[in-house]
T-cell receptor, first 108, second 112 residues
Framework: GQQLNQSPQSMFIQEGEDVSMNCTSS?????WLWYKQDPGEGPVLLIA?????ELTSNGRLTAQFGITRKDSFLNISASIPSDVGIYFC????????FGTGTRLTVIP | DAMVIQNPRYQVTQFGKPVTLSCSQT?????MYWYQQKSSQAPKLLFH???????NEADTPDNFQSRRPNTSFCFLDIRSPGLGDAAMYLC???????????FGPGTRLTVL
């Protein structure tokens, strides 16, 4: 199946710092999604990207769909403690293929 | 608010004792999915329904079955749970395949 690699695997940052994480794939996707998962909860859809090159924002979050259609990145600006969680990228064909996840810790 | 609901949030069963997890949605989406997620891993798709059409993933064990009696509800049946089936089970929906999926809060299954 498709392999989606996310980096970094984990991050420890100070509150107020900006965060950047990315996702690369060996396959082309027509849609990229970014999810956040809190402990004991289901993933929550943050941003959906439907077009190569697309740059989309949702509050402090910005995500881009790479031109090659094999990668995407997510930026979080001015991090706050509630940004803590695991962030998953996902490439979508008919099925959803998840990345390996980035665990974010925000230190107040 | 339109949403995906899973009950119960926590389920404890005994080794080999059948268990059913339920999912309902108010989004009126055509597709409903069941995922298994183990600790520190990404969710793994078990199967999905597009309307009444059932689509099983090739590596989903026969121990896992599903029913979708109507648009709103979908059930996951584990016929003989083993210790390795302890996990978070996530239900998701989408308007159609190839569109963003919306997840429920999950049911954490413990097998004793």
């Amino acid at each position: 199946g498709q392999q989606l690699n996310q980096s970094p695997q984990s991050m420890f940052i100070q509150e107020g710092e900006d965060v950047s994480m990315n996702c690369t794939s060996s396959s082309i996707f027509n849609t990229w999604l970014w999810y956040k998962q809190d402990p004991g909860e289901g993933p929550v859809l943050l941003i959906a990207l439907y077009k190569a090159g697309e740059l989309t924002s949702n509050g402090r979050l910005t995500a881009q769909f790479g031109i090659t259609r094999k990668d995407s990145f997510l930026n979080i600006s001015a991090s706050i403690p509630s940004d803590v969680g695991i962030y998953f990228c996902a490439g979508l064909t008919n099925n959803l293929f998840f990345g390996t996840g980035t665990r974010l810790t925000v230190i107040p | 608010d339109a949403m995906v609901i899973q009950n119960p949030r926590y389920q404890v069963t005994q080794f080999g004792k059948p268990v059913t997890l339920s999912c309902s949605q108010t989004l009126n989406h055509n597709v409903m999915y069941w995922y298994q997620q183990k600790s520190s891993q990404a969710p793994k798709l078990l199967f999905h329904y597009y309307d009444k059409d059932f689509n099983n993933e090739a590596d989903t064990p026969d121990n896992f079955q599903s029913r979708r009696p109507n648009t709103s509800f979908c059930f996951l049946d584990i016929r003989s749970p083993g210790l390795g089936d302890a996990a978070m089970y996530l239900c998701a929906t989408s308007r159609t395949t190839g569109r963003g999926q919306f997840f429920g809060p999950g049911t954490r299954l413990t097998v004793l």
